[in-house]
């Protein structure tokens, strides 16, 4: 029922930008906060940022000033503009709907030194 498909990682060079984007479905899109997260191996999962139904932003302080989360609802769906990439960025980075327990699969950005 509930769906999200992360997608838009890839391989970059430090200082490099990546934009990633979470199409949803099997839920009111637009009345959720959704929220990325990321894992690196051996690591638990991070909250990178999140976004409420209203639009309220936040950001963990690591990727403050140089990451922007947005969302579309008419396409049912959230981005994240990554910029000045790091290779302590590099991770498996999922979204998450703030009512919904379902996670995507994730999509895989590796940031090169």
């Known amino acids: 029922q509930v769906q999200l498909v992360e997608s838009g990682g890839g391989l970059v060079q430090a200082g490099g930008s990546l934009k990633l984007s979470c199409e949803a479905s099997g839920f009111i899109f637009s009345i959720n906060a959704m929220n990325w997260y990321r894992q690196a191996p051996g690591k638990q999962r991070e909250w990178v940022a999140g976004?409420?139904?209203?639009?309220?932003?936040d950001y963990a302080d690591s990727v403050k000033g140089r990451f922007t989360i947005s969302r579309d609802n008419a396409k049912n769906t959230v981005y994240l503009q990554m910029n000045s990439l790091k290779s302590e960025d590099t991770a498996v980075y999922y979204c998450?709907?703030?009512?919904?327990?379902?996670w995507g699969q994730g999509t895989q950005v590796t940031v090169s030194s």
């Open positions: 998450q709907a703030g009512r919904e327990n379902t």
């Open positions: 976004i409420s139904s209203g639009y309220n932003i």
